[in-house]
């Protein structure tokens, strides 16, 4: 006890810890109820391509809605499905999900439209992914080729030949892989090179640092630039106005996503939204 007390600042820190772990567990335990009883949801946000402004995609983003009506956000509770390994369930359902509703689409004529899905690097690591991918794929009837999975960038630093090898299979399904949040991480030429990656996707960060000083397009430039000397499909993320709309396409990124064109929305809106877009296209 008086040790304790002699190193005061350590005693603080281990009992905000404490509260820490109990907010952890108390959260784990009510998204473990709340995905039993249906209070996850997936929803969509469309993919834009900048030349036409015509939706080519959507991704596939988590919601959890509590019974008393608030909405957490994944940023806060996949964490919290990773930590405590719900993700492997979670995530599957997620994929699933997404892939149910790609068919869906496609009956319905949106037959180019191509579904983006994250993946957690706990699922990503676990020893039976490529199994559930390829068991979801055939039970969903999901055409791969319209599928494509996003790791993040900060995986894609950890364990190159794991990384390299589990890239090969994935690609042997036939689905693509983007890279998320990119140009957090620093991610060399070559290495990049190595990877069986199709896509790199601008974090919005960037994006949002383009309308603001003279060198605020630096790095959206890069990836885009990158992006093109590797052959490689570019996504700027979390588009919000037509000024960077436009600088990204001047710069040459060929697709973009973000609340300027449409939030993420239910699969139904989502079926509408696209319904709508290929009138307003065609006329
Ligand atoms: P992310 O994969 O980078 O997803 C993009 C995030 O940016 C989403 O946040 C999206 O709603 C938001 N966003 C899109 N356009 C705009 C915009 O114009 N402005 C702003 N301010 N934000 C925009 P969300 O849905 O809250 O998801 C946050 C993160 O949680 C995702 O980042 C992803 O890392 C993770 N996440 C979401 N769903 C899943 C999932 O099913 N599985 C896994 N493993 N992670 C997920
Ligand atoms: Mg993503
Ligand atoms: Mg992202
Ligand atoms: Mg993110």
Redesign the pocket.
């Known amino acids: 006890r008086a040790k304790m007390q002699q190193r005061a600042g350590h005693f603080y820190f281990s009992r905000s810890m404490g509260i820490e772990i109990r907010e952890r567990v108390r959260m784990m335990h009510a998204l473990r109820t709340g995905f039993s009883q249906g209070q996850l949801f997936v929803v969509y ?1 469309p993919q834009i391509d900048l030349t036409t402004r015509r939706p080519v995609g959507a ?4 919601r959890w809605q509590t019974p008393d009506g608030k909405f957490i ?3 806060r509770f ?1 964490p919290i499905a990773e930590y405590s390994g719900i ?1 492997i369930e979670l ?1 599957e359902w ?1 994929l699933r999900t997404a892939c149910r509703e790609l068919v869906q689409l496609r009956e319905q004529g949106h037959r180019n439209f191509v579904m983006s ?4 690097q706990v ?1 990503f690591r676990h020893p039976l992914f490529l199994d559930m991918l390829r068991a979801a794929l055939e039970e969903t009837q999901a055409p791969p080729e319209f599928i494509e999975l ?1 790791i993040t960038e900060s995986m894609a630093m950890e364990e190159p030949d794991l990384l390299i090898k589990m890239l090969w299979q994935i690609k042997q399904t036939g689905v693509s892989i983007a890279i ?2 990119f140009g957090t991480g620093f991610s060399s030429l070559s290495y990049l090179q190595r990877l069986q990656v199709d896509r790199l996707k601008i974090d ?1 960060a960037f994006v949002t640092e383009i309308t603001g000083s003279a060198r605020g397009s630096s790095i959206a430039e890069m990836v885009i630039q990158l992006g093109r000397n590797l052959g490689l499909s570019v996504i700027a ?4 106005d037509e000024r960077q709309a436009q600088i990204l396409q001047a710069l040459g990124c060929p697709l973009a ?4 064109f449409a939030r ?1 929305m239910t699969a139904a809106a989502l079926g509408n939204w696209l319904n709508n877009e290929t009138v307003a296209g065609a006329a």
Do not use: K, M, T
């Not at 991704?59 to 988590?62: G, S, V």
């Not at 899905?117 to 957690?120: E, K, L, R």
């Not at 993320?237 to 919000?240: A, I, Q």
């Open positions: 946000q991704e596939a983003l988590l956000s994944p940023d996949i993700i995530g997620v899905i994250n993946v957690s699922q996003e998320d949040d919005r993320e979390g588009v919000e996503q973000g609340f300027l993420p």
